[in-house]
Every structure is written in C-alpha cells, then in structure tokens.
C-alpha cells in the first residue's frame, strides 16, 4: 500500500514537534509555579514577547553573522574539496597530511581565533576565516572518503575501455563522493554560524555573537534565548536548504534509500 507523501513527513516530523512542544509546556508551566526570576530563566512566552519587541535589533545583527557564515562555509567548502582531490591524486600526500587534518581539531577553536584577530585585524577576514576553519574539516575528510570508496570494478571498466584519469573521475569518483560530500556539508553547516559567533566574541561590532554577550553582561535572560532561538533557526534553515540541495543533486541517492533491505 502506498503511503502519501504528507503522511511520510507527518511520521517524520510529528515526534520530534510533539516532544518539542512538551518541553515547553513543562517549561512554561515550571517557571510559573515556582515562580523563578525572569532574569534567572524566563518562561518561553516571555522569550517570545522580547522577540516581538527586540525582532528589529536581532535582524539588524543578523545580518552580520549570516555574510561571515556563508563567506566563511563557501571558503572552507572550496578549500575542503580541493585538498580532498590533491589527497585522492597523490596517495603519498594523504598520508602525510591527513594524520596532521586529525590532529588540528584537537585544538578548540576558541584558542585559536584570538590570532586570527591578532593577526588580520577586526575587519571581516578574520571572521571568514575562523568559519572556513571549522567547515573545512568535516568537508575534506567527507569527500575524501567519497572518492576512495568509488566502485574499483567500474574504475577498471572504464580503464580497460581506455578512459583517463579525468573520465574516470568524471564519471565515476565524483557521482560517487557526492553523497558523502554531502553528508559532510550538512556537518559542516551546523558549524558555520556557530563559528561566526564565536569570531564576534572576540571581537565585532555588530552580530548575534555581539548581541549574545552584551545580553549576558546585561543579565538579560530573555534576549541570551532570543539570541540562542536565531542561531538555532539559521542553522536549522541552512542545514535544511543543504539537504533540499542534495536531493536535486543527487536524485539517485533517495532512491536507492527507499529500495526495500534484500
């Protein structure tokens, strides 16, 4: 029996929304009862009403982040494909510089930005370059994966029917590595604003990060929620679009996934 598409994604997103809206219940409900300071934890229609009223400040600061989110995601996506292709190329080179990509995020992100600002200054350079640094690592090894896992049986058809390396890679190691390129863009995604607020911590004049802390020093409860909603909402919006992305892109993906298990 076949199932309608609005039900499919009503048995997706029905649990995830219900429980969502449990916990908010309880949160409302919590926070009246026990009758909590606002500026200790508000309640969620408390956080809705400073949303209302502040919605014009955290769209101006909004846009900041989002221009520092896509530079920086589009930067560490051209740099993560790139060195995946050299890697794929030259197998000495991998060897070489991945056990050294592994160890890089060793180091937490917020030891290194203060040099980035140190050394480029406050402008928006920085900022890019902290987001490209958090999305480059799960792009690269991603797509690396992608095109080493390619099908040997038809990379030595094609051989054997005297295609080249670039046909091969055409044909075969790219269409392969997409999905896996992919699954390391949504990952990535989820970094991508979130590395522009931590670049905005350390230094900026405008931005969600900027309006994150001025709330905190304000004990300003109710806008740190607000702040914490629009970084959710973004990112959630650009994994989504990612996602969209990847079901144009890659068609035969969703129908290998709704192929029955043998």
């Known amino acids: ?33 026990t009758g909590v300071e606002k500026w200790i934890l508000p309640a969620p229609s408390d956080i809705l009403r400073t ?19 896509a530079l920086g995601f589009t930067a560490g996506i051209a740099a993560g494909w790139l060195l995946a292709m050299v890697m794929e190329l030259s197998p000495w080179l991998k060897r070489g510089i991945y056990p050294l990509l592994v160890g890089t995020q060793t180091v937490p992100i917020i030891a290194i930005a203060p040099l980035f600002i140190l050394w480029f200054g406050y402008d928006l350079l920085p900022k890019i370059l902290i987001v490209a640094l958090v999305t480059f690592f799960p792009v690269v090894v991603s797509t690396a994966d992608g095109l080493r896992s390619a099908d040997p049986d038809m990379v030595r058809l094609l051989r054997s029917m005297g295609a080249n390396s670039w046909q091969i890679f055409r044909l075969v190691r790219f269409p392969h590595a997409l999905p896996a390129f992919f699954s390391g863009l949504k990952i990535a995604a989820t970094y991508s604003v979130l590395g522009a607020v931590i670049a905005e911590w350390l230094g900026a004049n405008a931005g969600l990060g900027v309006f994150l802390v001025r709330a905190q020093h304000s004990f300003a409860a109710d806008r740190v929620f607000v702040a914490i909603l629009a970084i959710t909402f973004w990112t959630w919006l650009l994994f989504f679009l990612i996602r969209l992305l990847e079901r144009i892109a890659v068609p035969w993906k969703r129908i290998r996934d709704k192929e029955p298990a043998k």
């Open 1 to 33: 029996m076949r199932i309608h598409p609005w039900k499919k994604h009503l048995h997706t997103i029905g649990p995830p929304v219900s429980v969502l809206f449990l916990l908010l219940i309880l949160w409302e409900a919590g926070v009246r009862i």
């Open 51 to 69: 949303l209302e009223a502040d919605i014009a400040l955290v769209l101006r600061h909004t846009w900041p982040t989002l221009t520092e989110a």
